[in-house]
Nanobody, 115 residues
Framework: QVQLVESGGGLVQPGGSLTLSCAPS????????MNWYRQAPGKERELVAG???????NYLVSVKGRFTISRDNAKNTVYLQMNSLKLDDTAVYYC?????????WGQGTQVTVSS
């Protein structure tokens, strides 16, 4: 069973940076769309950023200018560079890979922004 494996989460102070990465544990073919979601305690899961196979990106308004999503198609890996982190960015972050033939979610990685 192929899984998406996330890494890079952790504890960071406000204003700090983290980079998340996500890749499949096995071969699944190139994903059409790669997305990052997050879910904070007591809140619904929300789409943070997405990137298509052609490189088109979209962002949650509250992270625009601070977060950057990118992908390495050769490695079928997606990254989320997070700068100027705020307390409100604290959440479990999930990656999602979608294509015409599959829809995979990662297990989540915790990002905690705290002083």
């Amino acid at each position: 069973q192929v899984q998406l494996v996330e890494s890079g989460g952790g504890l960071v102070q406000p204003g700090g940076s983290l980079t998340l990465s996500c890749a499949p544990s096995g071969s699944i073919g190139s994903a059409d769309t790669m997305n990052w979601y997050r879910q904070a305690p007591g809140k619904e899961r929300e789409l943070v950023a997405g990137i298509t196979s052609s490189g088109t990106t979209n962002y949650l308004v509250s992270v625009k200018g601070r977060f950057t999503i990118s992908r390495d198609n050769a490695k079928n890996t997606v990254y989320l560079q997070m700068n100027s982190l705020k307390l409100d960015d604290t959440a479990v972050y999930y990656c999602r890979f979608s294509s015409a033939s599959y829809d995979y979610w990662g297990q989540g990685t915790q990002v905690t922004v705290s002083s």
